[in-house]
Structures are given as C-alpha cells and as structure tokens.
C-alpha cells in the first residue's frame, strides 16, 4: 500500500477577547485515516512522511474506532525490545493464549494497529467550538488528541491539544467567560 498521511495546515484563528462561536474545521488537521489490520511499521512510515503524531483508526465502514498515537507506537516499541533482551515478563503481553493454554508462536496480530491503538477514540463532533474541545481536553487530561468526527462517526481530521491552546480551565486562551 503507497498511501501518504494527508495533512493539511491548522491554526485555529479567533482574536483573544472574541466568542468562541467558529467551528473546530478551522483547528483541525486532515489526516487520512488507517485501517485496524495495518502493521505498525506500515503507520509509522506513514506518520514520519507526514510530520504527524497519531491518526485515527476506522473499520470496513469507514467509522473511528480508535486512534493511533506515537505514544501507542512508544509501548509497542518498548515491548519488542523487552522481548529481545528475553525478558519473560514480556511474553504474556506479545503472545495470546488459546483455548488450551497454550501461547501461539506465531503471533501476527502483534504488529497490526488494532492490537496497540487507544480504543475508544475520545471524540468530537466537527460542529463543536473550541470551548466544547477545551472542555473534553480538561475532562481527559491524559489524552493529546481529540477526533473530529461527522454525524456518522466518520473522522474529519484530529485536533491536538496545542491546536486549540486551551487556558488550564475550559475555555481557549484568551476566551473570556460568559
């Protein structure tokens, strides 16, 4: 597959001091989306060619069922060099148990995206404003990444955290309360 991660330029615009009543399309990036069956190393060339830090995953329906991130890449990373300095801690992590309790050797869905994506992907609707984006950012402080998804939960593009460049509390910098 020759496919290149799309990305298009993102700033969200919108004077300090103004309402925050424009859509998240003017923050968000394009990116294509990847399948669930992919490898990793497949998405990784695509993300390096890029310049992006995660996409979002869909199914046979074109639907978001996840995100890829470089942090998921950083664990799957950090698994295979464990498993390389055979260390056994490792061992239950990488290989799945079948009905016998036997580990399979050849465990190819290791190193396909569905196995390392963050699922559910913490998403938001395109018609949302940056304050409702703030908002989702302060509720799941952990995440980086939000994606901007249609009435059909089909991904439009990813928002990072520093796109929208929201204050500590809900609202973007230099938005002023009600």
């Known amino acids: 597959m020759n496919r290149k991660i799309i990305t298009s330029p993102n700033r969200c615009e919108g004077a300090a001091g103004t309402r925050d009543d424009h859509q998240l399309a003017a923050c968000m990036r394009r990116v294509e989306p990847i399948r ?78 569905r196995r390392h994506m963050t699922s559910p992907a913490v998403v938001v609707p395109a018609d949302a404003t940056r304050s409702e984006a703030c908002r989702l950012f302060s509720r799941h402080p952990h995440i980086h990444h939000l994606v901007v998804v249609d009435d059909d939960r089909r991904p439009r593009g990813i928002l990072e955290r520093r796109d929208v460049q929201c204050d500590h509390g809900n609202l973007p910098r230099g938005e002023a309360g009600p």
């Not at 260390?87 to 799945?96: L, R």
């Open 36 to 113: 669930d069956y992919q490898s990793i190393a497949e998405v990784v060339e695509l993300l390096d060619e890029g310049g992006r830090s995660g996409t979002p995953v869909v199914d046979e329906r074109f639907r978001c069922v996840g995100i890829l991130t470089r942090t998921d890449i950083g664990h799957y990373l950090q698994m295979l060099r464990r498993f390389e300095r055979r260390d056994e801690t490792v061992i239950d992590e990488m290989f799945e148990t079948d009905e016998f309790g036997q580990r399979r050797a050849l465990n190819r869905g290791f190193h396909q995206v």
